[in-house]
Structures are given as structure tokens and as C-alpha cells.
């Protein structure tokens, strides 16, 4: 007999019973388990800086970045209420040190990244090598180094976390430590990782210790210049703009194991063609005004502001002036597993 069968209730009566082992029928699940294509909880949200920096500058009355440890407002996705998470995989925040501040030094199994959004003259340590920070500067915080952030300048300097907090929870692999130490010594000068790893040279005995780039700041001064030399000499993609990945120069690969960066320029008029792909990817506007355009939804949004763009949403851009964006996601992650897949639609 291979008719389906009217028996709700007989079903209804044997899952109820199978509950009490801990049982539940897959054929009830299955294509919620299996989706045809993700269908994931986040969706599309920007944070306007202008909305947030009143609200970020007020924590600063609050409470201190010694006492918080990291004084940080969570940019978390409206569609996963209580997760921190901003996807499925990535936390985002933004986080505000005042001037003569310090937050303590610590190291954590979850990777950082940070992106520069207001303000000179703070510093972040990265095992016992400082640099100092300017805006739309891109630094890295690889797993398991220490890490601590200080204020020399005469008024805030804010910068959007990037982590990878929620992946690392969902693989119940995160371990973190305080340093003893509040601010631990400085063991090299300022640019001696950009010397050793940031000049296309690597030390000849050179042995990683972790899988992240040696190279922990990337200038915007030089990511913003080798984006307008190639916005002169060839066309944008018709998808993505002028968009490049920030590197490991060790490896080429991604600068982090975990997480990929990407800097992109959309010169001024550009209106780019639809795109999905399965990483759910976080921007932030580093210069110019335009909109991402999901469907028919648009986030209009300027400097400084935060979106994010769930996995396999199709979205494209449009600009009305020359445009920079800084992006991350979980990429890395999903091309080592073989997951990861793109569109481009037009
Ligand atoms: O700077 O170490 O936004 O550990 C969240 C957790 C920042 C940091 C965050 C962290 C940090």
C-alpha cells in the first residue's frame, strides 16, 4: 500500500509518546532541516552612525572601559532578538574609548577585526606591538593573542568590531584569559610588522604562529590609494565595483582563518547589477552616500553607517558619489568546507 494515509491523530498520539525518549520524526522536519535554498533568520538592517553616536558617546558616562573591559554597543540583527549576532556566524559592535582610557589586556579563541570609524591617536596592542589607529584603518586581532586598546587623543575614537563570537559559540570552542598584566610591555616599535610582512618581503625563515596574517594593520591610506590608481586604469565590475580582499601576504590567502575582509570602491553614478552569495556580509561605509537595493527594500545609507546583507539575498548597489566600503564575512569558513556558493544575476 503505498497511498498516503489519513491517521493525524494516530500521528499525532505516537509523536507525543516518542517525546518522552527524546525522539522526534525527521519526516515532520525535513525540509526545514534540508531547505532548498538558506533561508536564514537574519535580514537586512543598516544602523545609522548619526542615530547611534549620541546613544555610544552617553555609555561613555556610564560606565568606563576599564570597568566594561570593552566598552561596545552590539549591533545585533532585529531578526535574531538575543543572539548578539549580527548573522548567523558574526558579531558586530561598535566600540567607544575616551581620551586617556585603557581597555585591559586579554586574548580570546574567537578572532577579531576591527575597521576605524571615528577619531586618531588610539592605539590597539597586538602581542606586545602597538599602532595607532585613523579612520577606515583595518586591523586584525588573530585568535588567541593578547590585546589591549588605549586613548592618547583629546576626544572619542570609535571603531565597528567585527568577531566571529557566534560561530565560535555554536562550535563550543571558545576559551579566554585576562593578562595579569593591564597593559602589557611594548616588546617592538610601531611598523615592525609592516616592515617584516607589509613591503611584499617576508622573513626568510619565516614560521607562522597562528593562521592569521602577520600583518595585523592595514593603512587606509594605502588600501584608499591602490583603489583609485585602479579606478583609473580599468572598469569597475559590473557586480561588485572595484573590490579587493585583504590578504595574508604569507599565504595570499584571506587575512583571517575565519573571517574574509573586503574593501571595495563604487565610483560615483555606478549602478551595479543584482548578486547573492551565501556568506551574510556586514558593511561599513567608510566614504560616499548611495543605496543597497534588496527586492524592494533599499538601505539608503552615508558615512559611517553599518548594513548587513543576509546569506543568498539578492542585492545590488547604486551610488551617487564615489563610494567606499569595507565588508566582512564568513567566506574563509565556508569555501574550507566546500559551501560556499555566488550568483550574479543581471
Ligand atoms: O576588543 O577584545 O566588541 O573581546 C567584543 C569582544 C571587542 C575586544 C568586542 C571582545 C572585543
Redesign the pocket.
Same mark, same amino acid.
Given at each position: 500500500m503505498n497511498q498516503p494515509v489519513d491517521n493525524r491523530a494516530a500521528r499525532d498520539e505516537y509523536y507525543h509518546r516518542i517525546a518522552t525518549k527524546q525522539l522526534t520524526p525527521l519526516w515532520e522536519a525535513l525540509s526545514a532541516l534540508v531547505p532548498e535554498r538558506p533561508r536564514s533568520p537574519c535580514v537586512p538592517h543598516l544602523w545609522r552612525y548619526d542615530e547611534v553616536r549620541p546613544w555610544l558617546l552617553e555609555s561613555g558616562q556610564l560606565i568606563t572601559a576599564r570597568e566594561a573591559?570593552?566598552r561596545?554597543l552590539?549591533l545585533e540583527n532585529p531578526g535574531m532578538p538575543g543572539s548578539s549576532a549580527i548573522t548567523q556566524a558574526l558579531?558586530a559592535?561598535l566600540?567607544l574609548i575616551l581620551p586617556g582610557e585603557v581597555?585591559p589586556s $586579554?586574548r &580570546?579563541t574567537?578572532t577579531?577585526l576591527?575597521l576605524i570609524v571615528e577619531g586618531s591617536r588610539a592605539y590597539?596592542a597586538v602581542d606586545g606591538e602597538r599602532v595607532h589607529m585613523h579612520p577606515g584603518d583595518f586591523i586584525i586581532?588573530p585568535s588567541w593573542t593578547w $590585546?589591549d &586598546?588605549g586613548s592618547e587623543a583629546d576626544g572619542p575614537v570609535v571603531w565597528l568590531?567585527g568577531?566571529d563570537?557566534p560561530l565560535v559559540r555554536f562550535l563550543d570552542c571558545g576559551f579566554?584569559e585576562n593578562n595579569p598584566q593591564e597593559t602589557p610591555p611594548v616588546l617592538r616599535p610601531e611598523g615592525d610588522a609592516a616592515a617584516r610582512f607589509g613591503a611584499n618581503l617576508l622573513p626568510v625563515d619565516f614560521v607562522p604562529s597562528h593562521s592569521s596574517s602577520p600583518m595585523f594593520a592595514y593603512p587606509y591610506a594605502r588600501s584608499r590609494e591602490a583603489l583609485d590608481r585602479l579606478s583609473r586604469s580599468g572598469d569597475p565590475d559590473a557586480w561588485h565595483g572595484h573590490l579587493m580582499q585583504f590578504i595574508n601576504p604569507s599565504t595570499g590567502g584571506s587575512a583571517m582563518a575565519t573571517m574574509g575582509a573586503f574593501i571595495r570602491l563604487l565610483p560615483r553614478g555606478f549602478a551595479g547589477r543584482d548578486y547573492r552569495s551565501t556568506d551574510g556580509t556586514v558593511f561599513q561605509v567608510i566614504e560616499g552616500r548611495g543605496e543597497c537595493v534588496l527586492g524592494d527594500q533599499r538601505l539608503a545609507f552615508g558615512p559611517r553607517d553599518t548594513f548587513v546583507v543576509p546569506s543568498w539575498t539578492t542585492h545590488r548597489f547604486a551610488v551617487s558619489e564615489d563610494t567606499v566600503l569595507f565588508s566582512y564575512s564568513d567566506r574563509p569558513v565556508q569555501r574550507a568546507l566546500s559551501l560556499w556558493r555566488e550568483q550574479r544575476l543581471d
Amino acid at each position: 500500500m503505498n497511498q498516503p494515509v489519513d491517521n493525524r491523530a494516530a500521528r499525532d498520539e505516537y509523536y507525543h509518546r516518542i517525546a518522552t525518549k527524546q525522539l522526534t520524526p525527521l519526516w515532520e522536519a525535513l525540509s526545514a532541516l534540508v531547505p532548498e535554498r538558506p533561508r536564514s533568520p537574519c535580514v537586512p538592517h543598516l544602523w545609522r552612525y548619526d542615530e547611534v553616536r549620541p546613544w555610544l558617546l552617553e555609555s561613555g558616562q556610564l560606565i568606563t572601559a576599564r570597568e566594561a573591559v570593552r566598552r561596545v554597543l552590539i549591533l545585533e540583527n532585529p531578526g535574531m532578538p538575543g543572539s548578539s549576532a549580527i548573522t548567523q556566524a558574526l558579531y558586530a559592535g561598535l566600540q567607544l574609548i575616551l581620551p586617556g582610557e585603557v581597555a585591559p589586556s $586579554h586574548r &580570546h579563541t574567537q578572532t577579531a577585526l576591527r575597521l576605524i570609524v571615528e577619531g586618531s591617536r588610539a592605539y590597539t596592542a597586538v602581542d606586545g606591538e602597538r599602532v595607532h589607529m585613523h579612520p577606515g584603518d583595518f586591523i586584525i586581532t588573530p585568535s588567541w593573542t593578547w $590585546h589591549d &586598546h588605549g586613548s592618547e587623543a583629546d576626544g572619542p575614537v570609535v571603531w565597528l568590531d567585527g568577531l566571529d563570537i557566534p560561530l565560535v559559540r555554536f562550535l563550543d570552542c571558545g576559551f579566554a584569559e585576562n593578562n595579569p598584566q593591564e597593559t602589557p610591555p611594548v616588546l617592538r616599535p610601531e611598523g615592525d610588522a609592516a616592515a617584516r610582512f607589509g613591503a611584499n618581503l617576508l622573513p626568510v625563515d619565516f614560521v607562522p604562529s597562528h593562521s592569521s596574517s602577520p600583518m595585523f594593520a592595514y593603512p587606509y591610506a594605502r588600501s584608499r590609494e591602490a583603489l583609485d590608481r585602479l579606478s583609473r586604469s580599468g572598469d569597475p565590475d559590473a557586480w561588485h565595483g572595484h573590490l579587493m580582499q585583504f590578504i595574508n601576504p604569507s599565504t595570499g590567502g584571506s587575512a583571517m582563518a575565519t573571517m574574509g575582509a573586503f574593501i571595495r570602491l563604487l565610483p560615483r553614478g555606478f549602478a551595479g547589477r543584482d548578486y547573492r552569495s551565501t556568506d551574510g556580509t556586514v558593511f561599513q561605509v567608510i566614504e560616499g552616500r548611495g543605496e543597497c537595493v534588496l527586492g524592494d527594500q533599499r538601505l539608503a545609507f552615508g558615512p559611517r553607517d553599518t548594513f548587513v546583507v543576509p546569506s543568498w539575498t539578492t542585492h545590488r548597489f547604486a551610488v551617487s558619489e564615489d563610494t567606499v566600503l569595507f565588508s566582512y564575512s564568513d567566506r574563509p569558513v565556508q569555501r574550507a568546507l566546500s559551501l560556499w556558493r555566488e550568483q550574479r544575476l543581471d
